[in-house]
């Protein structure tokens, strides 16, 4: 056989023992053949062709082979599951947080049944399901029979009707312990909106036993819902952070006309971590600060400015609630200058 680690000569010339060069050091190892102390020269020999060179290069980052080069990497074909490193864990993170901030979806949903009607209590009010809008609540607000005289007059008599009433639901079990805040959608219909006066409100617990809207859900107090106009006659009634597993909701109307419909319908449950997140590009802030209106927010925002523009400025915020905020811009000198930024704001 011939001792590759101590041969000299040509490769051409290794069974004749001509001198030529020396390869130190080489061994098999693990399927591979590892040379050590290859003379430069014949590494010359396969990269000072620049055909040969294209060949090897093509291959090498060629979308069969995987491989880092440099400060590239070259991917065949890397899963999720197979990319593992400190940037994924903090990406994963980043998107959870993302997810959860922005609520992509909300965590309870409940569409109210006629059942869940049923179980709840009445006060001058109707909740059942009717034959024109299915399951609703509404004031008992149409006259019916004659129409004219006293109720209970002679001959006739007259449907007395409400100008207010509420109905209470039984007790809602989201199935575990969570911090939600709770919400109740619905389409309302008014033949005049504004003789109407819907009020929503929220009551929660632990455990079903004592209730409340403290830190120990036993005050007996409740929380009047924010209610959104989301679009058309759709709106949102929205409470605030809480920690609990049941709630009840109280659905109260009231009206100045009692010639009028006043109608909740397609009504639902909503469990979520944050409702609302908004942005303005390239706002124009005037010179003494501009208000910036905020509608929906149960509680006060988180509001970020970033000035935009060559001109380095720095914001101010202030008189900041949960229904306006107030923005200046100043330059670095300290003046009021106004100008132009973008507005983040996101809150419960």
């Known amino acids: 056989g011939v001792d590759l680690a101590n041969c000299t000569g040509d490769l051409d010339d290794v069974a004749n023992g001509a001198s030529y060069g020396r390869v130190a050091l080489t061994s098999i190892s693990a399927g591979k053949i ?78 109210i049944t006629a059942g869940d009607l049923a179980a709840g209590d009445f006060s001058d009010i109707d909740a059942i399901t ?20 006293a109720v209970w007059d002679t001959g006739t008599w007259d449907e007395p009707t409400d100008a207010s009433g509420n109905w209470t639901s039984g007790s809602m079990d989201i199935g575990g312990f969570a911090t939600l805040q709770i919400a109740l959608r619905f389409i309302a219909f008014e033949e005049i909106s504004a003789s109407t006066t819907p009020t929503i409100t929220a009551i929660f617990s632990s455990d079903n036993v004592n209730w409340g809207t403290n830190e120990n859900l036993n005050d007996n107090v409740w929380e009047t819902l924010v209610i959104s106009n989301i679009t058309g006659d759709i709106y949102k009634a929205t ?25 909740l319908y397609t009504i639902t449950y909503l469990g979520n971590v944050v409702t609302l997140f908004g942005r303005e590009v390239n706002e124009t802030i005037a010179v003494g600060g501009t208000v910036v209106t905020l509608r929906g927010f149960t509680e006060t925002p988180a509001v970020t400015v970033t000035p935009v523009g060559a001109v380095p400025l720095v914001p101010l915020i202030t008189a900041q609630s949960i229904n306006e905020v107030t923005i200046k811009l100043y330059n670095l000198a300290g003046n009021d200058v106004g100008g132009q930024c973008n507005i983040t704001i996101i809150g419960t």
Not at 241 to 263: C, E, G, P
């Open 130 to 149: 009717h034959f024109d809008y299915g399951i609703s609540i509404r004031i008992a607000t149409a006259t019916e029979w004659d129409d004219v005289g």
């Open 239 to 263: 409470g605030k952070l809480r920690t609990f597993r049941y709630f009840k909701i109280k659905v109260s109307l009231a009206t100045t006309n009692t010639s009028d419909r006043i109608i």
């Open 34 to 111: 590892i040379v050590a102390g290859l003379d430069s020269n014949v590494t010359d020999r396969i990269f000072a062709n620049a055909s040969t060179k294209e060949i090897v290069e093509g291959w090498r980052h060629s979308s069969d082979v995987t491989m880092i080069d440099g400060g590239n990497i070259y991917a065949h074909s890397i899963t999720a599951d197979a990319f593992i490193s400190t940037l994924y864990g903090d990406l994963n993170q980043a998107m959870n947080y993302v997810k959860t901030v922005l609520s992509a979806g909300d965590e309870y949903n409940h569409n």
